[in-house]
């Protein structure tokens, strides 16, 4: 096998399936070093990312660890059934509707997730394991009392609030006029700025168990954070 390197203005029949323009010019230019054709195509600095990769990782390592011990997040999720003659509590407040969600507490499903997006953030389980259906000390409970009762428990933990995020799904009424007022009731009782709370709202396009108005459905995530 014909290992050298062609002179200046000679292209061998190996060399001359190289149809890539650098390759060529680096062959004629008499810098090509090898038969291989991927090293003889690649610029030198395709190879800088080899050289760097023990540093990225080494840095990258220690971020990550110190990262862990300060930043959580977390994921809720709840569903309650509607029904016909009930108070329908949502965000903290109330909100006026023929339905509404039925539970043993008064059935907040987005305070239910914000607390279970909470609680999961700080590996402390679920609203049901602290809070029991089964109790009747929770029978018709404001959930507010819940959610404050869930900040408590973490800042125990030494966490507070970073931010929520959170998705009401919901045929009708329309959350979107009351969103405003959930946030101003939902800051209040975790005592935290407005700002760091996101409600956002959605039907199903009549799709499913929301969109036939059967139930409502939310969703929360959450990050907090240890000092
Ligand atoms: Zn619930």
Not at 50 to 73: A, C, D, E
Not at 92 to 117: E, F, Q
Not at 132 to 146: C, E, F
Request: glycine letters at 8%; a positive charge; aromatic letters at 6%.
């Amino acid at each position: 096998m014909d290992t050298t390197v062609p002179s200046k203005g000679i292209i061998t029949h190996r060399h001359a399936l190289h149809s890539n323009r650098r390759c060529r010019n680096r062959i004629r230019a008499g810098k090509a070093k090898s038969d291989i054709p991927i090293i003889n195509l690649a610029p030198n600095w395709l190879f800088l990312p080899f050289v760097l990769l023990p540093r990225r990782q080494k840095y990258g390592h220690h971020t990550n660890s110190k990262m862990k011990l300060k930043i959580r997040t977390g994921f809720g999720y709840d569903v309650h059934q509607l029904q016909e003659g009930l108070d329908f509590w949502l965000g903290g407040i109330k909100i006026p509707h023929t339905h509404g969600a039925l539970g043993h507490s008064d059935a907040d499903v987005l305070i239910h997730v914000i607390c279970d997006a909470l609680l999961g953030a700080a590996n402390m389980r679920d609203i049901g394991f602290h809070f029991s259906d089964k109790d009747p000390k929770y029978k018709g409970i404001d959930s507010k009392i819940l959610l404050k009762e869930v900040v408590q428990l973490l800042a125990k933990e030494g966490y507070e609030i970073g931010n929520i995020d959170s998705t009401v799904c919901l045929q009708e009424p329309k959350v979107n006029p009351h969103i405003p007022t959930m946030k101003t009731c939902l800051a209040e009782v975790m005592g935290i700025p407005e700002e760091d709370i996101s409600i956002k709202a959605t039907t199903t396009e009549q799709l499913g168990f929301v969109g036939k108005k059967e139930g409502v459905a939310a969703y929360a995530t959450v990050l907090i954070v240890k000092e």
